[in-house]
């Protein structure tokens, strides 16, 4: 019988988010003492005896709080990235660190990527103008089918990106740093799989660009103004991954110069960004509040995920998905 663990939530301070505390409570609250922070009250009686911590997103987490977890055995993210977390400081402190990797989102980030993809080829911008212009018939809009997609980055929400954009027709292309399989590619119906050696020729050659990358050093302004110079004028840019992949300021230059046809954009390198931002102001921009893994879905899969990793606690098993040093290096 798995052992009852002293659990506790950090909830997200935002409003409008209780569906993720109603998800953990639902799936980890039946088994396991499941307590959620009051940010009103001290912290260390909060955190005295806490075997697990969930902590949403990662964002949540503060080192006094690590300082107070003296007992925990797993700090679960839940999230797929991780570059708002102070992972080094969870690994001086030796607690462990586990994520809810990007199969658990990649649903909700394909599709919206896929909606930008549909809005941008249909002109939504200049159609809602026109509309309310009396201007109908107009825009003339592009169809997917035969058009490229490359597709930065092949992990969850890459493949799953892939999979819808199959049955429009598309010729899908992507790139990652590991191999990708022939067996993957004939899966998801690559016509090419490179690695990053080939980014450039793929930028060059995309009618739709995606991103679907962590952020780290290494990704950081992966697309500067140099890869946006090898766009077609007539691509676009699709990002629902990372706003610091992307240089902003070139951006904005590529797209107000018309080098660019257009971007979708979930998320931003500041956050939140503010009503002046030029991206903002630009009529082949379509942006949206950071909300494209913001499904029932997601929040679901994640709580799930988050619960299992408690049960593996309780019952003296590894955590799945761990991120710390110790983890991947077990893993």
């Known amino acids: 019988m798995t052992r009852r663990l002293k ?4 909830p997200p301070k935002e409003e409008g988010r209780d ?12 088994k396991h003492d499941l307590r959620i922070l009051d940010r009103t009250f001290p912290l260390a009686p909060q955190f005295a005896g806490v075997d697990v911590v969930i902590d949403e997103g990662g964002s949540q987490g503060t080192r006094e709080m690590a300082d107070a977890a003296t007992s925990a055995k797993l700090w679960q993210i839940l999230g797929s990235g991780f570059d708002k977390f102070d992972l080094t400081y969870w690994e001086k402190k030796a607690i462990p660190v586990a994520n809810c990797p990007g199969q ?6 394909a599709e919206c990527a896929l909606m930008f993809m549909l809005m941008l080829s249909r002109g939504w911008n200049e159609s809602q103008r026109n509309l309310k212009a009396g201007i109908f018939y107009k825009p003339l809009g592009l169809e997917l ?14 493949r799953e990106l892939a999979r819808l954009a199959a049955t429009f027709g598309m010729h899908i292309s992507a790139i990652d740093v590991r191999s990708i399989s022939v067996d993957e590619q004939r899966r998801f119906g690559l016509s090419f799989a490179g690695k990053p050696e080939d980014m450039d020729k793929e930028i060059s050659e995309a009618d739709f660009l995606s991103l679907h990358l962590h952020l780290n050093k290494e990704t950081r302004h992966i697309i500067d103004r140099r890869r946006l110079a090898l766009m077609k004028p007539s691509a676009f840019l699709v990002n629902v991954a990372r706003g610091a992949l992307v240089d ?28 002046d931002n030029p991206l903002l102001r630009l009529p082949n921009v379509i942006a949206t509040p950071h ?4 499904t029932d879905g997601t929040s679901r899969r994640r709580a799930a995920c988050a619960a299992d990793n408690v ?9 799945l998905y761990r991120i710390d040093k110790i983890g991947r290096i077990q893993t």
């Open 7 to 10: 659990v506790l939530f950090l």
């Open 19 to 30: 569906h993720l505390q109603r998800d953990v409570v639902a799936a980890v609250g039946p």
């Open 104 to 109: 658990f989102s990649a649903i909700a980030l």
């Open 145 to 158: 089918e035969n058009r490229r997609l490359s597709l930065i980055g092949f992990g969850g929400s890459g």
């Open 248 to 275: 902003e300021e070139a951006l904005y230059r590529a797209l107000s110069e018309g080098r660019l046809a257009g971007a979708g954009l979930d998320v931003f390198g500041t956050e939140p960004i503010t009503a």
């Open 291 to 294: 909300f494209s893994g913001g």
């Open 311 to 319: 049960d593996r606690v309780a019952d003296g098993l590894e955590p």
